[in-house]
Structures are given as structure tokens and as C-alpha cells.
């Protein structure tokens, strides 16, 4: 048996563990070893002191000092239970709480929906600009769109006396025959006929100034006329949204503009058959022939008057 | 009225019943509180709290484990929650405070004609160790009884003990020497 075994032996005697066979090979063990029997008499003191601790009492009864506390403490429990059911609420609102993140995420569908809605208009928008400016591009292209820009701006001298107008030609350049007899009936046109534009539309705004020009007194006029300032021709002006700008601005004083115009060309048409009858009488007969045939083959006016506003830009420039 | 009896009417709602069960574990529960915390107010309120514990909780007590065993739980618990909490608000100011609790305890067992060797001795003891002795000696606990109030193994149980008492046997002949202290 070894000394941890011997010393195990003596504890559990201590605490009356030990059977009785164990117990009497324990004291055999002890006298044989004085060691062991010194310590076994340690450790048995220890427990007799251990054993006789003194039973301590609280100096005054805990109970009573608790008592009214249990009976609160009894009273409490309701008190806690309402106490839990009041907090429910609170979980209620917490339940609430979370309502408004649904209604953030419809807030947040309904945003996306107005974004793609939005987005699509502006498409269906773009794509509308760019067939409506295809469209005023090709009316533009259109022959016939020409001279309806033009006729309200051609506008004639109340007095023109001077050879039939040549044939309208595309080319931009300069008309040198006739017209230098006529700067005194330049003189009663409004610098707002100079704007005239020819079917061709060679001219700029740079033939407006001129006019100014011209205003200077008849009778220095030499019958010089220079070739007209070689225009070069517009490019194409943007489809949309200038075009459509443009006769915007003409149909708002159109009426008016063209009441006056067509006045004024009534006049001068009547004025320029008398001075034809008059001054050019019958020598000039084969080119009256020649513009009746014009006349024929146009039976428009208007191209009279182009040709002839167009004979008056060539004067307006000679100066 | 038997342990048992009183045990069934508190639970059924007797607050005598109750009351009187209370009483009747009053003592042992201090006894206990005092031998494992050390000084006399510490060992007070620990018996407040584990008799207030008892009266809240008696309903959940089954007759599987014997009353003291699971009263001296609840004093084991509760002193070891004080040992924690005394631990980390440790001060100058409360040693200080605790000395003088202590020589009145001291002079009580001196009162009662018991040497304080044995009682600074167990002191000196682990916690663990400490319980163990408590059980043992105040409460009369037999090893399985300890086993199942500290919830430990039986064989660690009488560990404990065997260590315990080395340990204190060791101190006391120190201090017969003289060495003590």
C-alpha cells in the first residue's frame, strides 16, 4: 500500500467511510509507522475543530427583518405581470415601426415606376423631334416650299419702270443687264423690302445694308452696274427647330405683311403697264412678247415680281 | 409539523406555512453564509437574499433532492455571486471595512470559547474548498449530498475535502508553530 493510498484511507476515516476491515488494517498500518499516526493525529484534530465550530446565529430573526418584503414581493407579481403586459404595446409599436419600411419600399417602387415612366416619354419625345425634323428637312427639299417661304417677302417698288425681267435663273450670280435707269424708283422702297429673298435664296442678310446706299440721290447715278457680289450659298439650315421658328414668326405678321404686299403689287403692276406703254412702246415688243410667254408658261404673278425684285437686288448693289 | 408538510402547504399558497418554513432553515442558511463568506453583515445579507430566493422560488422545488441539499444550492450560489461581486469592486475603503467585521466576529466565537485559529484557517481555503468544509462539517453533508448541492463529482467532491483538510491541518500546525498569520 502506498502512502497516497494510506493517507486516502485516513481521510475516510475521518469521515467513517471506511468498512470495517479497512479500518483495522488502517491502525495496523499506524502503529507500525510513527509518521503515518502522527500525521493521522494532524488531520483528526483538524476535524474535531472543524467539527466543533460553534453553530453561529444571526443576531436578529432574517425572516422578520424580510417579512415585509415577501409580503410586498407577494403583492408585485400582478404588479409585474401588468407591468409585462404594459410592454407588449411597446412591442406593438415596434411592430408598427416596421410598417413604414413597406411603405418606404411601395415609395421606392412607385419612384422607379415614375423614372421609367418619365424615361420613356422623353424617348417617345427625342424620337418625335428627330422624325419631325426628317420631315422639315424633306419640305425643304420640296420645290414647292420654297416659293411659299418667299412670296411674302418679295416686295415690289411702287414705280418700276424698266425692261421685262430675264428668266429667273439658280445661279447666284450677279444680274448685270437692266435696271440702271431706275435708281429714282429704289429710292420710295422701304429698307424692308431689301430683305427680299430670290427663289434661290442666294442672298444673305449681307445684301441688306446696300439699301442705305441707295438712298443717296438719283441724280449721281451713273448707270454702272457692277456685278453682284458673288453669295455663297447657304448650306442647308437646320431642319428643326429653326425652320419651324421661322414660319412661326412669319405667320404671326403674314396676314398683315402680305395684305400690304399685295397692295403694293397691284399698284406697281399697274404703273409698270402704263410705263411700259409709254416709254418702251413698240420696240420693245418681241421681249413683251417673251414675258407674255413667260406669263404663260408661269400664269403666276409672283414669279413676276421675283424676277423683277430680283433685277432690282442686281441695281441695289451697283452703286 | 414535518419538513415536508410545511414544504406542501407553501407551496399550495399557506403563507404561514411558508413563513414557518423559512424559520425553520433561518439559522443553518446563516450558519453557512457566515463560515463561507468570513464576517458577520456579508453572511446577513446573503441569507436576506437566499431566503427571499427560497420564498420566490419555492413552487419550482421537486421532492427528487432532499430541502437542505437544495437550500445550501441556493446558499453556494449566492455567496459565490457576493465573492464575484466583491471581487471586482474591491477598495481600499471596504477592506478597510472589513477588518472590523471581522474581529466582531472574532470576538463572538472568542465569546462562545472556540479558538479563531481554525476559523482564520478556513479562510485561508479556497473557495471551492471552503464549501466542501462548510457542507461537511456544519451542514453534516455526506459526500452525494455535497455532490448534488455543488452540482459536482463525487470523486471531486472528496478531493476537495481530503485537500481541505491537509491544507487546513498544515495551517493550524503553522500557527501552533507560530508561523501563522
Known amino acids: 500500500m502506498t502512502n497516497v493510498e494510506i493517507w486516502e484511507w485516513m481521510q475516510r476515516d475521518l469521515d467513517g467511510d471506511l468498512a470495517p476491515e479497512e479500518q483495522a488494517a488502517l491502525l495496523a498500518l499506524l502503529e507500525k509507522d510513527s509518521d503515518l499516526q502522527l500525521k493521522y493525529n494532524r488531520l483528526k484534530s483538524v476535524s474535531l475543530q472543524l467539527e466543533q465550530l460553534p453553530p453561529v446565529v444571526p443576531s436578529f430573526s432574517i425572516v422578520d427583518s424580510i417579512l415585509p418584503k415577501l409580503e410586498s414581493a407577494a403583492a408585485t407579481p400582478a404588479a409585474k405581470a401588468d407591468l409585462n403586459e404594459v410592454v407588449l404595446p411597446t412591442l406593438e409599436v415596434k411592430r408598427t415601426s416596421s410598417q413604414p419600411s413597406e411603405s418606404k419600399k411601395w415609395k421606392n417602387k412607385t419612384v422607379w415606376f415614375a423614372r421609367i415612366g418619365s424615361t420613356a416619354v422623353a424617348a417617345c419625345l427625342l424620337i418625335g423631334v428627330l422624325l419631325v425634323g426628317n420631315e422639315a428637312r424633306k419640305q425643304e427639299d420640296d420645290p414647292a416650299t420654297h416659293g411659299s417661304t418667299i412670296t411674302p417677302t418679295a416686295v415690289e417698288p411702287p414705280a418700276f419702270i424698266g425692261p421685262p425681267a430675264p428668266q429667273p435663273s439658280t445661279n447666284p450670280t450677279p444680274i448685270t443687264e437692266v435696271g440702271e435707269e431706275k435708281p429714282a424708283t429704289e429710292k420710295t422702297q422701304p429698307p424692308k423690302q431689301q430683305k427680299v429673298e430670290t427663289p434661290s435664296k442666294t442672298v444673305n442678310k449681307t445684301p441688306v445694308t446696300p439699301p442705305r446706299q441707295v438712298q443717296n440721290p438719283p441724280a449721281q447715278s451713273v448707270p454702272v452696274v457692277l456685278p453682284m457680289k458673288p453669295v455663297p450659298r447657304e448650306p442647308k439650315p437646320p431642319a428643326f427647330p429653326f425652320g419651324l421658328e421661322e414660319k412661326s414668326d412669319d405667320d404671326n405678321n403674314s396676314k398683315s405683311e402680305k395684305d400690304k404686299d399685295k397692295e403694293m403689287r397691284k399698284e406697281s403692276k399697274v404703273e409698270d403697264k402704263e410705263s411700259k406703254k409709254e416709254d418702251k412702246g413698240k420696240s420693245e415688243k418681241n421681249k413683251d412678247k417673251d414675258d407674255e410667254d413667260d406669263d404663260d408658261h408661269d400664269d403666276d404673278d409672283d414669279d413676276d415680281e421675283k424676277k423683277e425684285s430680283k433685277r432690282q437686288y442686281g441695281r441695289t448693289i451697283a452703286v | ?181
Open chain 2, 1 to 181: 409539523m414535518q419538513e415536508a408538510e410545511l414544504i406542501r402547504k407553501a407551496q399550495s399558497g399557506d403563507h404561514e406555512a411558508l413563513v414557518q418554513l423559512l424559520r425553520s432553515i433561518e439559522n443553518s442558511v446563516y450558519r453557512s453564509a457566515y463560515y463561507i463568506l468570513g464576517n458577520e453583515q456579508d453572511a446577513l445579507d446573503a441569507s436576506q437574499e437566499v431566503l427571499i430566493r427560497i420564498y420566490r422560488k419555492l413552487d419550482t422545488y421537486q421532492e427528487k433532492a432532499k430541502f437542505t441539499t437544495w437550500v445550501q444550492r441556493i446558499v453556494s450560489n449566492v455567496c459565490m455571486d457576493k465573492f464575484r461581486t466583491k471581487k471586482e469592486t474591491v477598495s481600499i475603503d471596504e477592506h478597510e471595512l472589513i477588518i472590523p467585521d471581522r474581529n466582531n466576529v472574532e470576538d463572538e466565537i472568542l465569546l462562545t470559547g472556540l479558538s479563531n485559529d481554525i476559523q482564520e484557517a478556513i479562510g485561508r481555503l479556497p473557495k471551492q474548498y471552503r464549501l466542501v468544509v462548510v457542507l461537511r462539517y456544519l451542514e453534516d453533508f455526506s459526500y452525494q449530498e455535497i455532490a448534488e448541492t455543488l452540482d459536482l463529482p463525487l470523486n471531486t467532491v472528496k478531493s476537495y475535502l481530503f485537500r481541505a483538510r491537509q491544507q487546513l491541518q498544515e495551517l493550524l500546525y503553522d500557527y501552533q508553530k507560530g508561523g501563522i498569520g
